[in-house]
Antibody
Framework: QVQVVESGGGVVQPGKSLRLSCAAS????????TQWVRQAPGKGLEWVAF????????LYADSVKGRFTISRDDSKNTLYLQMNSLRAEDTAVYYC????????????WGKGTTVTVSS | QTVVTQEPSFSVSPGGTVTLTCGLS?????????PSWYQQIPGQAPRTLIY???SRSSGVPDRFSGSILGNKAALTIAGAQADDESDYYC??????????FGGGTRLTVL
């Protein structure tokens, strides 16, 4: 079964760090680009970060640039999001999504992991 | 800055047909933007409905269809059912591995 499962969310104080993981299964993870998308409480979906299948290209939303780092370990079939200097506005559900590059869309989504930044 | 526009809310009667649209703050949406549509029931993960303008994702009923209408992408739901009541998001591919999400449309079936 093709799926991605996020983990690592929690409650963290402003200025602290957190690392999210996204474990992929049922497909050849190394062949796919993936990205993180988040959704703040009561808000819409917001793109966060992208990583290409060959890890050469990494892109970030302006709102997280310089604070978040996307990476992947293909030997573990896992995508990561290192989040530093967290702010209250980073509070959201974070989703991992596989990208089908042939048609440029997100075809597999995880159920998400919740990050709450609060003192 | 590129902004993808969607109707904030829409309502449809059970059994009726509704068309949600997805536009650009400047310019027209075309098939080159590979419009995709996602359904999200509040509290759940997004579900892919439509990709590359008009292709249905696996398992999506043919009541859902995508198209380009004028200068916008469109999602049409025919024979609306109670469980179609959800948020619907449009996403456009802007090239160079850059996607822009619309703000979403909350569809009410009543």
């Amino acid at each position: 079964q093709v799926q991605v499962v996020e983990s690592g969310g929690g409650v963290v104080q402003p200025g602290k760090s957190l690392r999210l993981s996204c474990a992929a299964s049922g497909f050849s993870f190394s062949n796919y680009a993936t990205q993180w998308v988040r959704q703040a409480p009561g808000k819409g979906l917001e793109w966060v970060a992208f990583i290409s299948s060959d890890q050469v290209k990494k892109l970030y939303a302006d709102s997280v640039k310089g604070r978040f780092t996307i990476s992947r370990d293909d030997s573990k079939n896992t995508l990561y999001l290192q989040m530093n200097s967290l702010r209250a506005e980073d509070t959201a559900v974070y989703y991992c999504a596989r990208i089908w590059f042939g048609y440029y869309y997100m075809d597999v989504w995880g159920k998400g992991t919740t990050v709450t930044v609060s003192s | 800055q590129t902004v993808v526009t969607q109707e904030p809310s829409f309502s449809v009667s059970p059994g009726g047909t509704v068309t949600l649209t997805c536009g650009l703050s400047s310019g027209s949406v075309s098939t080159s933007h590979y419009p995709s549509w996602y359904q999200q029931i509040p509290g759940q993960a997004p579900r892919t409905l439509i990709y590359s303008t008009d292709s249905r994702s696996s398992g999506v009923p043919d009541r859902f269809s995508g198209s380009i209408l004028g200068n916008k992408a469109a999602l049409t739901i025919a024979g609306a059912q109670a469980d179609d009541e959800s948020d619907y998001y449009c996403v456009l591919y802007m090239g160079a591995a850059f996607w822009v999400f619309g703000g979403g449309t909350r569809l009410t079936v009543l």
